[in-house]
């Protein structure tokens, strides 16, 4: 990826870093509330979908897939919500998180529903290291 790809600041404060697969910069929301990966493709200046290659959405759409997998196989649950908004953070990134009928939104979309619920120094490195082992990067 290129060199001058940089995480946006609010995104870098918000999320705990898991990984790089090809594509993107793997993230995992600092919200106990909800299991909640980001997705940033590594390439500079992107806003929007379009903006990316057609080989590099391809990809895109293959990696949020991975991952969505991945939540089902080890969440189980009722639903997966993938969105690119970008209202907030211009810079181009996925969202995809598992909801339950059980969560505290459910059926509403999870933004501003409740606080966010950062997880402490402990449970962060906990949950990094399974969710590092689960998708697939080396320890």
Known sequence: MGDSFMLHPQLAKDTLFLGDWPLCRVLRMNDRGYPWLVLVPRIADIREIIDLQDADQQRLMSEIAQASRIMRKQLAPD????????????????????RFVTDPAWP???????????????????????????????Q
């Open 108 to 138: 509403r979309p999870i933004w501003g529903v409740k606080p966010v619920e950062p997880f402490d120094a402990a449970g962060a490195a906990s949950m990094v290291a399974d969710l590092r082992a689960q998708l697939g990067f080396a």
């Open 79 to 98: 639903k997966i919500n993938v969105a690119a908004l970008g209202n907030v953070v211009p810079q181009l990134h996925v969202h995809i998180i598992a």
